[in-house]
C-alpha cells in the first residue's frame, strides 16, 4: 500500500526469507523456565512493484506513472518473544522492531525506514504476522503467515524442482 | 448303598437354598460346622477334579465350596453311586464321606447338613468377589456393558501412528502433514479490458500446503481418544501455468468415517489466495500483485494418506479508474479435480513436481 502523492494505493504481495536467533535471559542466568526471550532476525523481502510517479500526481490530469516491477528490501529487527506457556508446542507473541531499507515508490535509491512486526507462533514452527515498513511516503502493511524452514523448505524445494522442470527458472 | 442315596439326597434338599441364594459367598455362620470349614479349604479344590473327592465335596458343601461340593456329590455320588460305587473304589467311598462328614456337621450346627444334588443352576464361581474397592470385576462390567447395548470395551491400547503423527490419523491429538495436490484445471479469464470476452483454456494445478489439524471433535473410546473431526489452519502456496503462484491461507476441515488408519474421510478447505508471480512480458517469472482471491475445495479421501478432490478459486480484480491500464488485474478462476495426498507417501509429491513442469508448457488462452 502506498500512502502519498506520488502514486496509488494498490494491494500488495510479498515473500521474504528471516533468520536470525533468540535467547532466554533469565531463563539462562536464574536457571528457572521464564517467558521473555529475546534476539535479533535479519530479512530480505521481494515485494510486488509499485505504480508511481516522481513527481506529485495531485492535479495531474494525466500522470506520468511507473510501473516499477518490483521492490526490494532488507530489515534488521530486535525480537522479543513471550511464550504463553512451556509446552512444547506453545503459543508465543512475537514483538519486532527495527529498520528497513528499501527502494521508495519509482526511486532507484535505498532509503531507511521504521519496521514493525507484531506475529502469533506455534512453537517456533510457524506464525501469523501483521508488519509494517514505513519510509518516506511509502507505507506498505502486510498480514500473512510464515513457516520454519524445516517445514517450508520442502514446499520450496518441490515448487523450484518444479519449474526447473518446466522450464520456469 | 440305598442308605447312601437317601442321604445324599437329604442332605441335597436342606442344602439348596444356600446354594442357590449365595452360590459364591461363604456360606451362613449356621451352615458352617467347624470341622468341616476346617476341610473345606483343603480338599475343596480336589473336589472338582474326581468323583474320588466327593468327601470334599461333602465337606465343602456345608462351607464356602458349596458348589464344588455340590458338583461332586452330584457326579459321583447321586447318579452314578449305583454304577460308580461298586466299580470305582474312590466313588465307593465318597457317600460314606459324605454321609459322615454332612452328619458331623449337622451334628455340630444343628442344622442340615449342606449338599446339593447337582448345582445345574449354580454359575460357576468366575473370580472372588473383591473385599476391597472397587467391588466391581471386569466381569461385572462386561456385564453391565452387554446390559446397555455398549460395545465392549478395548482390551489393547490403540496402535501408533506412524511417522510421529506427520501423517494424519484419528489416534493423533494434533498433527502437522504437508499435502501435495496434482490436478487438471480449466482456467478462465477476463481476457480484455475494452470487453467482456473471456479466455478460457485447459491447465495443470499444483499445489503444496502445511495443514495443522486441531482435534475439533474427540471420540473417547474406553480410556483412549481418537480424533472424530479435525480443523485447523493450513496455508501454502499453488502453482499453474504461466509462472503463476499464488499464496494462500486459511482453513482445512477433516471428518473421519472411523478409527482405523486407512478410515474414510471428508475433507472441506477454503482460503484467501493472493498472486506472487506470473510471467511478465518478456516471458520472464515476476512478482504481481494482486487483490486477496478466494479457494475451495472438498475431498474424499482414505486415512490421511490422501484424498480425490474437487474445488475452485477465484481471483478477484483490480481495476479502479485510477490505476492506469498497464496494471490492472482482471478477474480469472479456476475449476480443479485431482488428487492431494501427503508428501511423506512419496508419490503425491512427485506428481505435484510433474504437473508443475507439464503446466509450464501450457500455453494459456490469455495472459494474466
Excluded at chain 2, 440305598?2 to 436342606?14: D, E, F, P, W, Y
Excluded at chain 2, 468323583?51 to 465343602?60: C, D, V
Excluded at chain 2, 446339593?116 to 461385572?140: C, G, I, L, M
Aim: glycine share 12%; with cysteine; hydrophobic share 45%.
Amino acid at each position: 500500500m502506498i500512502a502519498g502523492d506520488r502514486g496509488v494505493d494498490l494491494p500488495m504481495t510479498q515473500f521474504s526469507f528471516r533468520g536470525g536467533f533468540t535467547v532466554r535471559p533469565v531463563t539462562l542466568l536464574r536457571k528457572r523456565w521464564h517467558p521473555w526471550s529475546v534476539g535479533l532476525t535479519s530479512s530480505f523481502v521481494r515485494s510486488s512493484g509499485t505504480v508511481a510517479s516522481s513527481t506529485s500526481t495531485i492535479g495531474s490530469a494525466n500522470p506520468d506513472l511507473i510501473d516499477v516491477p518490483s521492490t526490494d528490501g532488507v530489515r534488521v529487527a530486535l525480537l522479543n518473544q513471550i511464550w504463553l506457556s512451556q509446552k512444547r508446542h506453545a503459543f508465543h507473541l512475537d514483538l519486532s522492531l527495527g529498520v528497513v531499507r528499501s527502494t521508495v515508490l519509482s526511486s532507484t535509491t535505498r532509503l531507511v525506514g521504521t519496521h514493525a512486526d507484531v506475529a502469533v507462533g506455534v512453537g517456533g514452527w510457524g506464525a501469523l504476522f501483521v508488519a509494517g515498513d514505513f519510509l518516506d511516503r511509502d507505507t506498505r502493511l502486510t498480514f500473512g503467515f510464515r513457516g520454519h524452514g524445516i517445514a517450508a523448505a520442502p514446499v520450496v524445494t518441490l515448487i523450484a524442482l518444479g519449474l526447473l522442470a518446466g522450464g520456469a527458472l | 448303598m440305598m442308605l447312601t442315596t437317601t442321604l445324599l439326597l437329604g442332605l441335597g434338599l436342606a442344602l439348596e437354598p444356600a446354594v442357590a441364594a449365595e452360590p459364591v459367598r461363604p456360606a451362613p455362620e449356621s451352615a458352617t460346622a467347624p470341622a468341616a470349614s476346617e476341610t473345606a479349604g483343603a480338599t475343596a479344590p480336589a473336589a472338582g477334579t474326581a468323583g474320588s473327592t466327593a468327601p470334599a465335596g461333602a465337606t465343602a458343601g456345608a462351607t464356602a465350596g458349596a458348589t464344588a461340593g455340590a458338583t461332586a456329590a452330584g457326579t459321583a455320588g447321586a447318579p452314578a453311586a449305583g454304577t460308580a460305587g461298586a466299580t470305582t473304589p474312590a466313588a465307593g467311598t465318597a457317600p460314606v464321606a459324605v454321609a459322615e462328614t454332612g452328619t458331623e456337621a449337622a451334628k455340630a450346627g444343628d442344622v442340615a447338613p449342606i449338599v446339593t444334588p447337582v448345582a445345574e443352576t449354580a454359575p460357576e464361581p468366575t473370580q472372588p468377589v473383591n473385599e476391597a474397592p472397587p467391588f466391581y470385576s471386569d466381569a461385572d462390567m462386561v456385564a453391565l456393558r452387554e446390559r446397555y447395548d455398549l460395545a465392549p470395551l478395548p482390551t489393547e491400547p490403540p496402535r501408533k501412528a506412524r511417522w510421529r503423527c506427520l501423517v494424519a490419523d484419528p489416534t493423533c491429538t494434533f498433527n502437522v502433514e504437508v499435502n501435495a495436490t496434482s490436478a487438471y484445471a480449466y482456467r478462465v479469464q477476463q481476457g480484455s479490458p475494452v470487453s467482456d470476452a473471456i479466455s478460457r483454456w485447459h491447465s495443470g494445478r499444483s499445489q503444496y500446503d502445511v495443514w495443522v489439524n486441531l482435534p475439533g471433535l474427540v471420540e473417547t473410546h474406553g480410556k483412549y481418544r481418537y480424533t472424530r473431526l479435525s480443523l485447523g489452519p493450513k496455508g501454502g502456496v499453488i502453482v499453474s501455468d504461466s509462472k503463476t503462484l499464488w499464496g494462500n491461507a486459511g482453513l482445512a476441515m477433516r471428518y473421519w468415517f472411523g478409527r482405523g488408519r486407512w478410515a474414510p474421510t471428508l475433507e472441506l478447505s477454503s482460503a484467501l489466495t493472493f498472486r506472487l508471480t506470473t510471467e511478465n512480458m518478456d516471458g520472464v517469472i515476476a512478482t504481481r500483485r494482486s487483490p486477496v482471491g478466494v479457494t475451495a475445495d472438498v475431498g474424499f479421501g482414505l486415512g490421511g494418506f490422501g484424498a480425490l478432490i474437487i474445488g475452485g478459486q477465484y481471483d478477484s480484480p483490480l481495476a479502479r479508474e485510477d490505476v492506469s491500464e498497464v496494471a490492472r488485474v482482471y478477474p480469472a478462476g479456476m475449476f480443479f479435480v485431482g488428487f492431494r495426498g501427503n508428501i511423506v507417501w512419496g508419490a503425491p509429491a512427485l506428481a505435484a513436481v510433474g504437473t508443475t513442469a507439464l503446466s509450464q508448457r501450457v500455453e494459456p488462452g490469455a495472459r494474466p
